[in-house]
């Protein structure tokens, strides 16, 4: 379904059910679904490695793919992080992922700045998982005049939550901070379209919607408003321009924008992996992957939400609650979810069923049915077999109970 349409993935699964005869929970929907799926093809041939472009839209000499996705943000910001005494603070989220955490702190402390004072944390409001848009550009703009750059997750990895990446970069450049995402867990998963919206630089993984495998081939992106203006601080042989490169005379022609910042000729079996799943993309559209993903995990909710939702009558059923927000335009594919019961039990009890899903501390289980290769079977065994683990899980909790109480 169009991620654009009024129409809600629930509207179309209860119509879609009513036609058939039966109800939206019923296996028969899953597999109609299936049937009409205009990207079956896919699943039926993933293991066959042909992109027109890469999943982030933008222009070619916008994009290079080097090193790992930290490195790539290391090299971004030591020529973008150019703190003033009147504008040196980073923005990001509370809750971002370690690794830029670490990074953002590592060059505040490459300036000899206060991490402290330097750098803006956002909170999602008490009681909320979530951060509101309107709260992000609320402190963008009382404080965007001492911040120097804002560095946001594309999709948030714990909750899920897809961020309004033009609206938050139109913001920040409005207040004259410069914007970046890290889209590790939305390159693949959601259309991006990073020139069109102005952001001015990115980075990638590509572990995980781009299916290359752990600690594959990263990528990066400076927007072309900055190709003469930005250069690198490191250099490396990579960065020289392709024509003269070779005639190794030591009289260095930087490539302009992005592929200035290479460093070293990319490792072959990783641009092997990394080819291999963009020919499978190059099938498809990120458009048509992106209105399938919105209909795959809008039935991945309803069947949680009808199954497991919490029962004030009936206060011993376990229930599912999910952090990720409701609304479709604020989320990829995947569903961050939290239980009554114990979440390591429930994790393993999938595991032992053959559930590949991803449990995060203190309290989440990451579930992400990915259009380019997941059916909407695959959705209705995963109810069931959940329904399974949470039944193993509670009598797990009431044996320790009992057993406890002798």
């Known amino acids: 379904m169009d991620p654009s349409s009024p129409v809600l993935p629930a509207s179309i699964l209860e119509q879609t059910a009513l036609q058939l005869g039966c109800r939206p929970t019923d296996k028969k929907l899953a597999l109609h679904l299936d049937e009409?799926?205009?990207l079956k093809h896919l699943r039926e041939c993933f293991y066959v490695p042909k992109v027109k472009d890469l999943p982030p839209r933008a222009k070619r000499q916008e994009i290079a793919l080097m090193n790992g996705l930290t490195v790539n943000l290391h090299l971004l910001m030591l020529s973008f992080f150019k703190p003033t005494p009147r504008r040196y603070k980073i923005l990001l989220e509370a809750r971002a992922f370690p690794s830029d955490h670490y990074a953002m702190e590592s060059q505040l402390r490459l300036h000899g700045l206060d991490v402290e004072r330097s750098m803006v944390l956002l909170q999602p409001r008490q009681g909320e998982e979530t951060l509101r848009t309107e709260d992000i550009l609320s402190v963008i703009e009382k404080e965007g005049d001492s911040i120097a750059v804002i560095l946001?997750?594309?999709?948030?990895?714990?909750?899920?939550?897809?961020?309004?990446?033009?609206?938050?970069?139109?913001?920040?450049?409005?207040?004259?901070?410069?914007?970046?995402?890290?889209?590790?867990h939305a390159v693949g998963n959601v259309e991006l379209h990073l020139h069109d919206w102005g952001v001015d630089f990115a980075c990638w993984c590509s572990y995980k919607y781009l299916n290359s495998?752990?600690?594959?081939?990263?990528?990066?992106?400076?927007?072309?408003k900055h190709s003469k203006s930005i250069k690198p601080a490191l250099i490396g042989w990579w960065g020289h321009e392709f024509k003269t490169r070779f005639l190794m005379e030591n009289k260095l022609q930087l490539s302009e924008g992005i592929n200035g910042f290479r460093l070293s000729n990319p490792p072959i079996l990783l641009v092997c992996a990394l080819h291999a799943s963009l020919e499978v993309f190059s099938q498809t559209t990120m458009k048509a992957l992106r209105r399938k993903s919105v209909l795959l995990t809008g039935y991945l909710e309803y069947l949680i939400k009808h199954y497991y939702s919490e029962d004030k009558t009936n206060p011993e059923k376990p229930f599912v609650r999910i952090l990720t927000p409701s609304q479709i335009e604020e989320r990829g594919c995947q569903l961050t979810l939290s239980f009554s019961l114990p979440i390591k039990s429930v994790f393993n009890e999938l595991e032992k069923r053959g559930v590949a899903c991803d449990m995060r501390e203190p309290n989440a289980l990451r579930i992400a049915p990915v259009p380019l290769y997941n059916s909407f079977l695959d959705v209705h065994r995963f109810i069931e077999i959940l329904g399974s683990a949470i039944t193993s899980s509670k009598q797990t909790a009431n044996n320790t109970v009992l057993s406890g109480s002798y």
């Open 36 to 38: 009409k799926d205009e």
């Open 213 to 224: 495998g752990a600690g594959g081939l990263a990528g990066a992106y400076i927007h072309e």
């Open 152 to 184: 946001f997750s594309g999709v948030q990895y714990y909750t899920g939550q897809l961020f309004d990446i033009p609206r938050i970069t139109r913001a920040g450049q409005k207040k004259g901070c410069l914007v970046g995402f890290d889209l590790a």
